[in-house]
């Protein structure tokens, strides 16, 4: 479980295909922390550490995983949002997130403002019922409000120090990022469907 707050971002050192799985061989200053068999946030997706050298880790993505994120398009050299879980004993500044992606969503527009940026996204309609004015959503991993919500599209607003400490500031019109929907609302929509 995670609170989408970005500790830190890390750089992709290499990509490796195995079948079709990718495992991914990542620098980052929490790296030398983190132990084999935890679970860290990349981007919003929860993957397991299965290796440490060097001040990196390593992750792998299976073909599920590449199928509904933008795993399948990093390359070396890209920055990845990075969050440990969860610590039970501290303060939820985000929203509860997963690290369950339930989807990518293509950025349509990308607006400066003074000492701000706006971000919106088009996304899958079949989903529409997820999407709430004011409500959360974790795009790459980062907890954010939406506001301006039409039936596939929505946008975000990025203060500063979000877009200087995590990787929205590369996400261009085209980009694709990962989405998690807010869980409750998933379980809602859940209940009612079954009535």
Known sequence: MFTGIIEHTGRIEEVIINGTNKTFWIASPVSQEL???QSVSHNGVCLT???LKDGMHRVTAIEE???KTNLGHWMQGNEVNLERCLQMNGRIDGHMVQGHVDTTAKCIAKK???GSWEFSFSFDAAYAQLVIEKGSIAI?????TIFN???NEFTVAII???FEHTNMKH???QSLVNIEFDMVGKYINRHLSLR
């Not at 790459?140 to 954010?144: A, E, R």
């Open 112 to 114: 400066t403002l003074q």
């Open 171 to 173: 996400v261009q019109e």
């Open 35 to 37: 132990k084999i068999d």
């Open 160 to 162: 500063p120090y979000t």
């Open 65 to 67: 995983t590449l199928k």
């Open 140 to 144: 790459n991993g980062i907890s954010l």
């Open 49 to 51: 550490v299965d290796a």
């Open 149 to 151: 919500v039409s039936k």
